[in-house]
């Protein structure tokens, strides 16, 4: 089945260890979204590519890197985590014009210690 | 952005009841859908619905875009409903962004 596959499952890093998380999908969708989702928060946009084309929400810290290197993948890297960056992290696809919206991968739980 | 207010923020049924549940929206949308995140986190799609009314089960969905609100209804529920019901809007002139609402959380008690 086509779908979003976030690896790994749970995460724990050390304070201020670069983390990166991944975000692999088969359904040839042209956009990627990675959302940060703290404990009873809705998921918030952190950014989000078009193709090849990065957008970047204004309020995401520099913290917060991502990269495309293709259609299929999509990575999350944070450069030095902090105990406030603890939350899941949801990647997202879509292709645009297209129905039904948004699929959603699992999510990665990050533990920051 | 587009604000999108969720109603109520936290609900409990006793197992068999009906509810219903509201999103407003503060702009014009070219896209809304209603989600599901179950206790292990997952979201699941319920319904993609900018306007009209759909069903599936023993949940149905009605977004009268016009007046910038959408409802999801939940009959006869079951404790496998319980979980926080998103709604998400889009506007195509803002780029590919979705805006999820405040979420409701939802309790179903045997």
């Known amino acids: 089945d086509a779908m979003v596959i976030q690896n790994p499952r749970y995460q724990v890093t050390q304070f201020g260890k670069p983390v990166t998380l991944s975000c692999s999908q088969t359904?040839?969708?042209?956009?990627m979204y990675w959302y940060q989702q703290k404990s009873s928060q809705a998921p918030k946009l952190l950014f989000h590519?078009?193709?090849?084309?990065?957008?970047n929400e204004a309020d995401t810290p520099d913290n917060f890197q991502s990269r495309r290197p293709n259609t299929s993948f999509c990575f999350l890297d944070i450069r030095s985590p902090g105990l406030g960056d603890a939350a899941m992290y949801l990647c997202?696809?879509?292709?645009?014009?297209?129905?039904?919206?948004?699929?959603f991968g699992s999510g990665t739980r990050l533990t920051v210690v | 952005g587009i604000q999108v207010e969720q109603s109520p923020p936290d609900l409990i049924l006793q197992e068999g009841a009906n509810s219903t549940l509201r999103c407003n929206f503060s702009?014009?949308?070219?896209?809304l859908q209603w989600f599901h995140q179950n206790p292990w986190g997952q979201l699941i799609n319920l319904f993609y619905?900018?306007?009209g009314t759909k069903q599936n089960g023993r949940l149905s969905a009605t977004t009268v875009a016009t007046e910038r609100y959408s409802l999801l209804y939940i009959s006869s529920s079951q404790t496998t409903d319980s979980g926080v019901y998103f709604c998400?809007?889009?506007?195509?002139?803002?780029?590919?962004?979705?805006?999820f609402g405040t979420g409701t959380s939802l309790t179903v008690i045997p």
């Open positions: 619905i900018p306007s």
């Open positions: 590519y078009y193709d090849k084309d990065f957008n």
């Open positions: 997202a696809t879509s292709r645009v014009g297209s129905r039904p919206g948004y699929t």
């Open positions: 702009d014009s949308v070219n896209n």
């Open positions: 998400a809007v889009e506007r195509l002139d803002t780029g590919n962004q979705f805006y």
């Open positions: 359904l040839n969708h042209n956009v």
